[in-house]
């Protein structure tokens, strides 16, 4: 079993990686592998699958931008839907963010700042402010955001891939990199490099490059080798409730956005044609960079979540917790941007930090480039990218300013 590249994960990241570097090296010989029965159902099936390009960072606006500009030409093969991202703003936050917000071009960026009487002709909100929860002062309308199947996506990547001749390899759960010579007993002068991967069955499988795109449990692999990859797990939680009727959040029927609140990190993904929505929370402090407990905790959604929720909308008296579900983000902490990094012979594509859906596209080509050892990549909207900006010794990223 050798091969010219074998990718592990077969996630977003990974199947998006396969599939740019297949269609640069038809010739090539590549195996994409997963410990899962088919591609995407790691983290990828857990998330939102919210898609957005408003970021103050430029990196993250290109990567995003350009990887949203693919998946509108994909449309339904990927569930697409332009639903649009309301993100909401108290008075404080308004003035800590507004300079930063005005940086970015609205016409470029499609984006429209809305006052409450814009805000009110699309929720039905409570904009007072009371306790631990801010006043609602400002909004910003996102046009070019919505929502995707993340699976479908992931799933699109990796047909395409196998229609070009890509190997797959599911069920296929690696447990060990053998590295050449003798463990733990390397002299200065010897080459080290990955000699063959090896799965729970003892089957050994071999490549002159080895790409590791398995996002949360990228720590886990990489750090018994001694290499500091710098993406950690983190839990994130997502309850869906169900809600007696639309109207008792929206205004107007037709304008369904995702939202995010301005307590707490909430945000909202509204399913109207299933009378749900979908609410998450981005905590930070207190919640451990492990993969200690995988089971949601209604507790939490009770203590963080509902309060927020009921505050803000309070027409929606009867919420109905109806499913729940966990995962991991792999973070690259602290700019939460990918990364894409070289040692020897493996490279890894992770630290999506919680919108790998988002910028799958950008991140699979420009770490097909980096395997090919090109200075720069084309993104889907014609932008040239360095390579190196999102290396670890060459890195190049903003800080981005707003945060959820
Ligand atoms: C609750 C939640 C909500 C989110 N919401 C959003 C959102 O709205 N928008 C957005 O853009 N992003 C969102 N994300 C983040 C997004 O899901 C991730 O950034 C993205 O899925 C990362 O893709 P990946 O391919 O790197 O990881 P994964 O999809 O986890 O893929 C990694 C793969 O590696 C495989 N693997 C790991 N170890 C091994 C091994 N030893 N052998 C074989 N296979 C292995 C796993 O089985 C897995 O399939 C969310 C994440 C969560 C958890």
Redesign the pocket.
Known sequence: MSFDYIT????????STAYYLKKALPGSRILL????HT?????????????RNFFSSRTSRMLAGSSIKYYIGLGDKVKLDQIGYLWLFSKDQWTVSQKTIERIDPLENKFEILGRSGIGEILRINYREKDHFPDIHAGIFCHLCG?LS?MAL?QYYATEFKSMGGEVSFN????KFNLTGQKSRYAPWDEVHVDGIV?REGNTYRAKEYIV?????TH??LAPLGIASGILPKK???FALKIENPAQLLADPARRPAIILPAGGVYI?PVIDRNIIIA?CADELGQPFLMSDPEPDPLYFHSAIEPVIKHYFPDLRDLTLSLK??????YHWPDMTPVIESVANITW??G?????????DAVGRIAAARLQGHDETVLADGAIFKVSRLSLRDREVEKEELII
């Open positions: 592990i994960g077969a996630g977003v990241i990974g199947s592998i997963d410990r899962n591609a995407g159902a790691g983290n990828t099936a857990k998330s939102a699958a919210l898609y929502s993340a992931a296929t759960d690696i447990q799965d795109a398995t996002g949360a449990w886990g692999l994130r939680q997502l993904k998450g579900w966990a995962g991991y983000y792999d594509v992770g999506t930090s919680g919108s790998g859906i988002m910028k799958a």
